[in-house]
């Protein structure tokens, strides 16, 4: 498998569910929060915010993204809000950082999450230091992956060259512009989802990280 990446000079992270298994359940906690913003903002109860906040999810990339697209939503203190969370039902993990650290080349994270909201994410998992760039949506002006437009604008802020670059990411929604711009794909999850856009499938990171350094 390694001759599939002996090109590749740049490896880009997902964060949530990649860089931390879903096991961990973090996100159960930013969607609690993101339902009661939902409620706050539109005034609606919380099952209509949580139909919303899926809504929203399923066909925008992000619920923020259809918060701002239906309702002119600031992102800004949505971000704030629902990443205010407990980080440390995070573990670190060693063995992941030795792995990422052992990649040739330059390694980043992007994320639909915000900046800040990543590097709390990576402090949590022991991996503060071993990515030369983080980019959060508000680095592709708050488009969402699966874009090809949010893609373009991250990439193009990185100077990375797609055709040697690799992808890692948990939404197999997300691997599908990346696939078409040249990267690499690699989709994080515990069951493969069979699609032309998708070059490989792992449920253990470390372990695939492993076999490429």
């Known amino acids: 498998m390694k001759q599939?990446?002996?090109?590749?000079?740049?490896?880009?992270?997902?964060?949530?569910?990649?860089?931390?298994?879903?096991?961990?359940?973090?996100?159960?906690?930013?969607?609690?929060?993101?339902?009661?913003?939902?409620?706050?903002?539109?005034?609606?109860?919380?099952?209509?915010?949580?139909?919303?906040?899926?809504?929203?999810w399923d066909k925008y990339g992000t619920t923020l993204a259809g918060l701002m697209r239906e309702h002119g939503v600031d992102p800004g203190p949505y971000l704030t809000h629902v990443h205010d969370i407990d980080f440390t039902v995070l573990p670190a993990d060693a063995a992941l950082a030795e792995a990422i650290a052992n990649l040739p080349g330059r390694r980043i994270v992007y994320?639909?999450?915000?900046?800040?909201?990543?590097?709390?994410?990576?402090?949590?998992?022991?991996?503060?230091?071993?990515f030369d760039a983080i980019y959060g949506i508000e680095h592709a002006g708050f488009l969402p992956k699966p874009e090809r437009g949010a893609f373009d604008v991250v990439f193009g802020l990185d100077g990375l060259d797609p055709a040697r670059a690799a992808m890692f990411e948990d939404d197999p929604r997300n691997l599908r512009a990346p696939h078409d711009m040249g990267l690499r794909t690699v989709h994080v999850a515990q069951k493969p989802t069979a699609a032309r856009h998708i070059h490989h499938h792992t449920s253990d990171l470390t372990a695939f990280l492993a076999r490429l350094a």
């Open 111 to 130: 994320t639909n999450g915000g900046a800040d909201y990543a590097r709390n994410v990576l402090a949590a998992r022991g991996l503060t230091g071993l």
């Open 4 to 56: 599939h990446f002996d090109h590749v000079t740049t490896w880009v992270f997902d964060l949530d569910n990649t860089l931390y298994p879903p096991q961990f359940r973090l996100f159960d906690q930013i969607e609690v929060r993101m339902t009661n913003w939902v409620m706050q903002a539109l005034n609606v109860g919380r099952t209509e915010a949580n139909r919303l906040r899926q809504h929203y």
